[in-house]
């Protein structure tokens, strides 16, 4: 059984959603190289790299069973942000966007009784319970760092010796 023709195009837009979601974070990682942050930019490169990752799940399952990838125009991502406070509280409050956006796809294979699809999409809302976790506590420590630049640069080096999204 495929999935719905109504949950096959909301798995084409969230498809547009996660590379939209890269698209963001290497906007937002451009923008802390330019404040000479390369750690921050680092973890936000690493993040932008995930959500591709996710958008190629996606594509792979509607490849899988028997569907039609319609990929979809991306929006521009913002370019100007105010301080990396700024920017991870937009990180915090789009990861939001985004599991609200998992939870209404998985509600969308629960009314559909596509039970592969629910499978499928549980992986997804495990991750972003990791996904929250993560910006939250990295929003907490720019919290904390306030405007001590040598804290400020201590974090960013502690970002930047992350080496993969799982972290």
């Not at 939870?103 to 499928?120: C, P």
Request: with cysteine; aromatic share 8%; glycine share 4%.
């Amino acid at each position: 059984m495929t999935p719905s023709k109504g949950l096959q195009q909301a798995m084409n837009d969230q498809i547009r959603k996660e590379f939209e979601s890269a698209y963001i974070y290497l906007s937002m990682a451009a923008w802390m190289e330019d404040q000479n942050l390369p750690g921050f930019a680092a973890w936000l490169r690493l993040q932008a790299r995930e959500e591709s990752t996710h958008a190629m799940k996606i594509f792979d399952h509607l490849i899988d069973r028997g569907c039609r990838v319609e990929l979809q125009p991306l929006a521009g991502p913002p370019t100007d942000f105010k301080s990396s406070l700024h920017i991870f509280q937009e990180v915090k409050k789009h990861e939001e966007k985004v599991t609200k956006s998992i939870n209404d796809l998985y509600g969308l294979a629960l009314d559909d009784r596509d039970y592969a699809s629910q499978v499928f999409i549980q992986w997804f809302i495990t991750e972003q319970v990791e996904e929250e976790k993560n910006s939250s506590q990295v929003l907490e420590s720019v919290r904390r760092v306030g405007d001590n630049q040598a804290a400020l640069v201590m974090l960013d080096r502690e970002l930047g010796s992350r080496t993969s999204a799982d972290e």
